[in-house]
């Protein structure tokens, strides 16, 4: 027990140094007007995506200081940009991104860059954070999150401008690419893929009566919507193009000890599953492209093996598992593809700090953590869940007249000294989309599924109330322009399970959302599409860059170790080590491994199975930063090649793309057998 408390307070003492640092960098936005828009007679879409998967050695974000620093990427992180235009009115773009969460910065930074070349207004924009706890951190818009996200404390500026670059890329792309479209929507339910893991939380909620009979299982939401889209081709006729998915599931699949490649985690492999089935079967002239954005994942855990330890095979055969009812839904949305599609939007700037109470609704003008969010969440947190106040479901039980009722506070009353109000995140873009029949309310929280779903019933019986009866899925979706802990049901928050102790602005705040989405619903009924957002803004940033210094390996590139089998008990796999640029040089955003074949007396051709390039762009191939030569600047990769499927009489080879001045490069061929 002495030793847990010594480790409590190293934590306590980690906690109040990073709370103290001091800002060194202002960023400044100045609204700018888009480019007129073009006329267009009916329904048009463009999508397009960009890497975004950084150099190694950045914190990943996810688990705080249970995080770790990347060493490379088992699958790339991706921006998805989908840009939708109705025959009479202003377009929508939405963006998904395999990052934790978006950013009220980025947001900004990426309005400033595609403004004088799109017609997207920064209202119509909403940029996604799939929440997976194996991409960067240190790019939020406030300093508490930039301070305990990741593993380290501070706002990387170039992450933030790499973001934000290939995000607008993305958009830019979209939008030039734009032609007619089809659209259709629809929803299907995935069973036994996810599991409540705070069912004692849920089941203090007032409209739960069977509590008897609810288990974990049961205790989630499974609902899968979807927005499939056709593209009209050159040839005029529509081709599948790709797809927005919606679904309830925490990204959380690998255990934080060994997170130490980039990935999309368990999304990866829906998005990839759809894609991959689109081109095979359809073989469109655009490659196709799913996004897959989390709705009420905040107590909704992946549902894997009990006593299976957990690694990329499990999240694998999860994701393939949850792939195929994407799949099917795509397939059966083919009936109902239309070109009379309505698109609308609606936004508003509110800083929460000014205007705390909306309609009578109320929260807390102090932000707070609890005590609860240093345990973590059940079955991912630290040592500390296992004590009380940190462990879940211990709340103050006496003094609860103040605006956060039960929640044990993290240093008591002296918690607004080390965590000032305006250190929390508090500038709340408020945004409700209309996509055809679907009403998406964009949230930068992690909404928890009870919570979601009297979100969505307020706003559907608020429609209906309004004879806006066109809608038939409203969506509320997380961790959209911001990142801002979760929101709970306020019986939830009672018992302050780590949800509820991560709830900041205390019991009332999905009430207080409900009222901000039943305003901008009432406002775009009145005045349709539009937006209130602020003119011009700064932010205050302690900035601190852990991108690898600029060094130049002189040079050349050659093998370390020639192809091995490693017959590993959890994914078998090819592995190929060489020795290359400096990390700083090799733009890990760039296509960079892919495998060739050949058989005796024929030239080596790019690996397809099934139809599908075997390379670093899917989900069975990782490139991973070994260690840099403190001397040359060299450094020392190995790519794996997992689950390979080779043939007997074929010779293969791992072939690394151009970088600056090296030219493509070839490892030692091996056989199949």
Known sequence: ?????????????????????KTNITLQFQS?????????????AGIAMTDITPPPGLPLAGYSTLSSDSKGFRTRLKARAFYFKPADGKPVVIVQCDLLSGSRILHHSVSEKIAHRTDVDASGLVIYGSHTHTGPGNYFSSRFYNSFASNRSGFDHQLYQFLSTQIATAIIKAYENRRPAQLSTGVTSV?????????????????????????????VNPLLYMIRVDIQSEKGTYEPSGAISFFSIHPNARPQHLDNLYSGDIIAYMERDLENAILKKYHPAQLPIHAVINM????????????????????????????KKVIELFEQLSQSLKTDVQILFRAEDIDVLQQNQINGVRICEQPVIGCSVLGGAKGKGSFLQHIPPFAPGWPKKWFTGSCQETKQKVLGPFHPLFFPKHHYPHHLLAQVIQIDDVMLLPVPFEIGYEAGKRMAQHVDALSHKMKKTHIKHVIPTACANGYWGYVVTGEEYALQYYEGGHTLYGPNTRKYLSEIHGNLLKALIASGSGGALMTSCQYEMKSTSFYPDNKKYQGKRKEYRSPIFMNDPQ???????????????????????????????????????????????????????????????????????????????????????????????????????
Request: proline fraction near 6%; aromatic fraction near 12%; include cysteine.
């Open 296 to 323: 009420t994942h905040g107590d909704n855990n992946p549902n894997l093996p009990e006593n299976t330890p957990e690694n990329f095979q499990t999240a694998r055969i999860l994701g393939h598992t949850i792939g």
């Open 32 to 44: 700018t007007l888009p480019q007129p828009g073009q006329p267009n007679t009916c329904f048009y």
């Open 191 to 219: 069973y036994h893929a996810t599991r409540n893991r705070s069912l004692p939380a849920y089941l203090n909620n007032k409209t739960i009566t069977a509590t008897q009979k609810m288990d974990r299982l049961d205790a």
């Open 1 to 21: 027990m002495i030793l847990l408390l010594k480790k409590a307070l190293f934590l306590f003492i980690i906690v109040l140094l990073c709370a103290c640092s």
């Open 571 to 673: 994914e078998s796999y090819w592995s190929f080590q060489w020795i290359d640029l400096h990390p700083s040089q090799i733009d890990f955003h760039l296509p960079l491994i892919h495998m060739s074949h050949k058989q005796e007396n024929t030239d080596w051709k790019a690996l397809e199975i099934n139809g599908i390039s075997v390379n670093d762009n899917g989900y069975d191939m990782a490139v991973i930063w070994l260690d840099t030569d403190s001397d040359s600047f060299g450094a020392t990769y190995e790519a794996r090649w997992y689950h390979p499927k080779t043939q007997s009489k074929e010779l293969y080879r791992f072939v690394v793309s151009p970088r600056n001045t090296m030219d493509t490069f070839y490892s030692s061929v091996f056989t199949g057998e």
